[in-house]
């Protein structure tokens, strides 16, 4: 059974501060998402990574692939209220449904 | 292009009613995923289908849940005689395909805005 762990559980920082938070498994995956959720929403979609190494950019979300495919990391820069929300990873593989994480829980205060 | 869509957004239910939740797919899009999410936590797979079959209904509870996705009409997740641990928000997802290049654009998964289900 496939197993996505992300860490932390919960993190909350003050606007404009810089974070990371982490996708770990002890699984391969062919490709590893990110969505976002808020509240009484579903999630939305950020990025997809398939590359080993690969690092990919949007905005100030910086998103990497480790490079065994088991692992992925999200960083924010200078992090703003409106990054609140849940943060997701979903990793799949080849024939097999996506898994997702438990999430991590970001609040940033003013 | 519309988004993928569910309905109701809110749904209450009284012990052993029937409970059943709507999933319209986004336009071009032959393959519907259901999940369940419980509050605080994050999302568990229920089933997957295409239409007119189901490929993966790995995470469905054996009893009293059924999905369908007919040739005609949006996937439907029905919950028969539902008791209080069935209230969750019950998301729907779709994506082009499961094929092709694993991470393309093609069985990327967009969600549709939920179902909250409650059970009084």
């Known amino acids: 059974t496939q197993l996505l762990e992300q860490s932390p559980q919960f993190l909350s920082i003050q606007e404009g501060e810089n974070l990371t938070v982490y996708c770990n498994s002890s699984s391969v995956f062919s490709s590893l998402q990110w969505y976002r959720q808020e509240p009484g929403e579903g999630p939305v979609l950020l990025v997809t990574?398939?590359?080993?190494?690969e690092v990919k950019k949007l905005k100030r979300l910086t998103f990497q692939f480790g490079d065994a495919r088991k692992d992925s990391s999200l960083h924010i820069t200078a992090a703003q209220p409106g990054d609140t929300g849940l943060y997701l990873c979903?990793?799949?593989?080849?024939?097999?449904?996506?898994?997702f994480g438990p999430g991590t829980r970001l609040s940033v205060l003013p | 292009n519309a988004g993928v869509m569910q309905n109701p957004r809110h749904l209450v239910r009284r012990r052993g009613q029937e409970a059943r939740l709507r999933c319209s797919p986004m336009k071009g899009h032959s393959h519907v995923y259901w999940y369940r999410q419980l509050p605080e936590e994050g999302l568990k797979f229920m089933v997957y289908?295409?239409?007119?079959?189901?490929?993966?209904e790995s995470g469905m509870p054996k009893e009293r849940f059924s999905a369908e996705f007919p040739k005609e009409g949006p996937s439907i997740l029905r919950i028969q005689q539902v008791v209080r641990g069935d209230s969750a928000a019950y998301f729907c997802?779709?994506?082009?395909?499961?094929?092709?290049?694993?991470?393309?654009?093609?069985?990327?998964?967009?969600f549709g805005p939920g179902t909250r289900l409650t059970v009084l």
């Open positions: 289908l295409q239409k007119e079959n189901i490929i993966d």
């Open positions: 990574v398939v590359t080993g190494g």
């Open positions: 979903a990793g799949a593989s080849y024939g097999q449904n996506f898994v």
């Open positions: 997802a779709s994506s082009r395909s499961d094929t092709g290049l694993p991470g393309s654009s093609y069985n990327e998964q967009f």
